[in-house]
């Protein structure tokens, strides 16, 4: 409702972390002062079945419980999922959708029907493959969105995740570094 | 909720669950028995870990069903305990006639319950058809807004609880609440521990010098003198409620009431709601303001027992009142809340100048309430008052399919 309320949708597929994503990405941007929102859509919940999770993000307390219908951003952690969902539901021509893709941006425009200006690509399962070992995209998606979100600081939430992960991998540093660098090169990358 | 006057604890992200369960770690019962149920598994799951680990002291029985969990408690109480539970819709429905056994023990036994619909159709998502139908048990119910509210809600249980000698508990709406990540102010374990203070029973039944019959056979003699004691104790629940809210406010700096007034005062036309959908109203309600349409909102906190009096008082000058109910009683005629508020109203002798009364039920099984069904029952106050629209005496219904 307010204009400085930020929305989020994530679409994955079961087992993919979407809802560890939306989680992480709440838990990271409140440390660094934003009221924030995470929610996951319960359905049947199978690997591999779509899955939604969302994010609000606000300077101020956030009171609204409802579900999100009009998001911001719309991140997809699978491509295929653009041929069985409508991941474009309710995005309107200010909504920016940050894809997990090998393909270039226009290919996805053209696939969504969307304005060449929305769509955003990222190959984050290359990126994850390379820096974390494991077809996990969710981690550097968080990257991409940070970027594309664009008034949010990458070396804080930098920060904030190095110190999530560091409690929960503190006898395996690799994880921590292959996620922070997944991140990084994700921000970087993103187009 | 409102705002912090004197934050002393942490800021974390947590869900409505972990909340519940982290309350439910610095209380410390010395008893709790429990049965997963979705939407309120994580709340003893999260707590049975925190025993598994020996963080906390806690005896935890993983009993067979909910009504031994309930029947767990209540003997772990009636022995002297601080005994709690979780549960939630099927739970709390197998707990039945354990739930009447607590309270006419007089038993301070506390539960964390998070709303959820009944089958048939089975469905695991938010309603509030569950608690309500537990209306009468003489349980003191405490709902909750968001993470916050249950987090404070359950630390003040305790104490209302043990003092009004009755049990209760404290409800989030399943998912919406219970499964969403958001801010929450936790408090040091020091000042919650010292807040609850030691649980002192007058009478339990180990304490072997002093023994006494709890549970015999109460006939005409008897039974009805005992019943009119529990009811006058919800009555006197109140007032208990209200200072241990003040104790509240003076320690952690949150004020609670036995309901919230959301720009009510000047309000000429408001609604009546419990649970999540109040956060999703007050957007409305300052959208309104803005346009200059003096909309307001009425929020239950404690609806058993209810302040009948004090929201009669408050709603008695408003000129259309809309009341939500997210279960519907199927009584052919209207739902629960409705029911209370207008009883209420008119115990004020306000049958003649009442508010026009609307009753929507709303959300049944999870079904989507967003801010623009909530717009849409202040604009349908708004040609009430105008007079331009009659108001119904039946339930209007709220994003449902109707042939």
């Given at each position: 409702?307010?204009?400085?309320?930020?929305?989020?949708?994530?679409?994955?597929?079961?087992?993919q972390g979407a809802k560890t994503a939306a989680?992480?990405?709440?838990?990271?941007?409140?440390?660094?002062?934003?009221?924030?929102?995470?929610?996951?859509?319960?359905?049947?919940?199978?690997?591999?079945?779509?899955?939604?999770?969302?994010?609000?993000?606000?300077?101020?307390?956030?009171?609204?419980?409802?579900?999100?219908?009009?998001?911001?951003?719309?991140?997809?952690?699978?491509?295929?999922?653009?041929?069985?969902?409508?991941?474009?539901?309710?995005?309107?021509?200010?909504?920016?959708?940050?894809?997990?893709?090998?393909?270039?941006?226009?290919?996805?425009?053209?696939?969504?029907?969307?304005?060449?200006?929305?769509?955003?690509?990222?190959?984050?399962?290359?990126?994850?493959?390379?820096?974390?070992?494991?077809?996990?995209?969710?981690?550097?998606?968080?990257?991409?969105?940070?970027?594309?979100i664009g008034a949010l600081n990458i070396d804080d939430v930098l920060e904030n995740i190095r110190v999530k992960l560091m409690t929960k991998f503190r006898h395996k540093p690799e994880v921590i570094e292959g996620n922070l660098t997944s991140i990084k090169r994700a921000f970087d990358e993103v187009c | 909720m409102i705002k912090t006057v004197c934050s002393r604890g942490k800021i974390v992200a947590k869900t409505g669950n972990e909340v519940m369960a982290e309350a439910m770690r610095q209380i410390e019962p010395d008893v709790v028995a429990a049965y997963p149920i979705t939407p309120a598994t994580e709340i003893v799951q999260i707590f049975s870990q925190f025993v598994a680990d020996g963080i906390i002291k806690s005896e935890f029985v993983a009993v067979e069903s909910e009504h031994s969990a309930m029947s767990t408690t209540i003997a772990a109480s009636a022995a002297g305990a601080r005994a709690m539970t979780a549960t939630s819709s099927q739970g709390l429905s197998l707990m039945w006639e354990m739930l009447y056994i607590a309270s006419g023990l007089r038993l301070p036994v506390v539960m964390a319950e998070v709303n959820r619909a009944l089958s048939a159709p089975i469905n695991i998502h938010g309603d509030q058809s569950d608690t309500m139908g537990a209306r009468d048990s003489g349980w003191i119910q405490i709902?909750?807004?968001?993470?916050?509210?249950?987090?404070?809600?359950?630390?003040q249980s305790i104490r209302i609880a043990e003092k009004a000698k009755l049990p209760a508990f404290v409800t989030t709406d399943g998912f919406i609440?219970?499964?969403?990540?958001?801010?929450?102010?936790?408090?040091?374990d020091v000042d919650v521990k010292a807040f609850i203070g030691e649980y002192k029973p007058d009478r339990y039944l180990l304490d072997v010098k002093n023994p006494y019959t709890l549970g015999s056979i109460d006939l005409q003699d008897y039974y009805f003198e005992h019943r009119y004691q529990l009811a006058k104790a919800m009555t006197d629940a109140k007032d208990i409620i209200l200072d241990v809210a003040d104790d509240f406010k003076e320690t952690f700096g949150r004020e609670y009431g036995l309901y919230e007034k959301y720009m009510i005062d000047d309000a000429e036309i408001a609604i009546v709601v419990i649970g999540s959908v109040a956060g999703t109203s007050k957007v409305v309600v300052k959208e309104l303001r803005k346009r200059g349409i003096k909309a307001g909102l009425l929020k239950i906190r404690v609806y058993r027992p209810f302040p009948s009096y004090q929201i009669a008082k408050d709603l008695k000058r408003i000129k259309a009142v809309a009341i939500l109910d997210k279960a519907d009683s199927c009584s052919g005629a209207f739902g629960p809340i409705y029911s209370d508020v207008a009883a209420s109203l008119c115990s004020i002798g306000m049958v003649s100048s009442c508010p026009k009364i609307v009753n929507y039920v709303y959300g049944l099984g999870g079904r989507e309430i967003n801010t623009d069904h909530i717009f849409s029952i202040y604009e349908k106050l708004k040609k009430i008052v105008l007079g331009v629209e009659n108001f119904s005496n039946k339930i209007e219904y709220i994003n449902v399919r109707i042939k």
């Amino acid at each position: 409702m307010s204009k400085k309320m930020i929305e989020v949708r994530w679409h994955g597929r079961g087992g993919q972390g979407a809802k560890t994503a939306a989680l992480l990405f709440a838990e990271t941007l409140l440390a660094t002062g934003k009221y924030i929102q995470a929610f996951p859509e319960y359905g049947p919940e199978r690997m591999g079945a779509p899955v939604q999770s969302f994010n609000r993000i606000s300077d101020e307390i956030i009171t609204i419980h409802s579900g999100i219908t009009n998001p911001n951003y719309v991140v997809i952690l699978d491509s295929s999922l653009m041929n069985s969902v409508n991941v474009t539901y309710g995005v309107d021509n200010n909504g920016k959708i940050i894809v997990n893709t090998s393909l270039n941006s226009q290919d996805i425009v053209k696939k969504l029907g969307v304005l060449t200006n929305q769509v955003c690509v990222i190959n984050a399962s290359k990126i994850a493959l390379e820096t974390i070992g494991k077809d996990i995209p969710n981690t550097p998606m968080l990257g991409a969105l940070v970027k594309v979100i664009g008034a949010l600081n990458i070396d804080d939430v930098l920060e904030n995740i190095r110190v999530k992960l560091m409690t929960k991998f503190r006898h395996k540093p690799e994880v921590i570094e292959g996620n922070l660098t997944s991140i990084k090169r994700a921000f970087d990358e993103v187009c | 909720m409102i705002k912090t006057v004197c934050s002393r604890g942490k800021i974390v992200a947590k869900t409505g669950n972990e909340v519940m369960a982290e309350a439910m770690r610095q209380i410390e019962p010395d008893v709790v028995a429990a049965y997963p149920i979705t939407p309120a598994t994580e709340i003893v799951q999260i707590f049975s870990q925190f025993v598994a680990d020996g963080i906390i002291k806690s005896e935890f029985v993983a009993v067979e069903s909910e009504h031994s969990a309930m029947s767990t408690t209540i003997a772990a109480s009636a022995a002297g305990a601080r005994a709690m539970t979780a549960t939630s819709s099927q739970g709390l429905s197998l707990m039945w006639e354990m739930l009447y056994i607590a309270s006419g023990l007089r038993l301070p036994v506390v539960m964390a319950e998070v709303n959820r619909a009944l089958s048939a159709p089975i469905n695991i998502h938010g309603d509030q058809s569950d608690t309500m139908g537990a209306r009468d048990s003489g349980w003191i119910q405490i709902y909750s807004e968001n993470s916050q509210e249950a987090y404070d809600n359950m630390i003040q249980s305790i104490r209302i609880a043990e003092k009004a000698k009755l049990p209760a508990f404290v409800t989030t709406d399943g998912f919406i609440i219970s499964h969403c990540m958001e801010v929450v102010e936790v408090y040091p374990d020091v000042d919650v521990k010292a807040f609850i203070g030691e649980y002192k029973p007058d009478r339990y039944l180990l304490d072997v010098k002093n023994p006494y019959t709890l549970g015999s056979i109460d006939l005409q003699d008897y039974y009805f003198e005992h019943r009119y004691q529990l009811a006058k104790a919800m009555t006197d629940a109140k007032d208990i409620i209200l200072d241990v809210a003040d104790d509240f406010k003076e320690t952690f700096g949150r004020e609670y009431g036995l309901y919230e007034k959301y720009m009510i005062d000047d309000a000429e036309i408001a609604i009546v709601v419990i649970g999540s959908v109040a956060g999703t109203s007050k957007v409305v309600v300052k959208e309104l303001r803005k346009r200059g349409i003096k909309a307001g909102l009425l929020k239950i906190r404690v609806y058993r027992p209810f302040p009948s009096y004090q929201i009669a008082k408050d709603l008695k000058r408003i000129k259309a009142v809309a009341i939500l109910d997210k279960a519907d009683s199927c009584s052919g005629a209207f739902g629960p809340i409705y029911s209370d508020v207008a009883a209420s109203l008119c115990s004020i002798g306000m049958v003649s100048s009442c508010p026009k009364i609307v009753n929507y039920v709303y959300g049944l099984g999870g079904r989507e309430i967003n801010t623009d069904h909530i717009f849409s029952i202040y604009e349908k106050l708004k040609k009430i008052v105008l007079g331009v629209e009659n108001f119904s005496n039946k339930i209007e219904y709220i994003n449902v399919r109707i042939k």
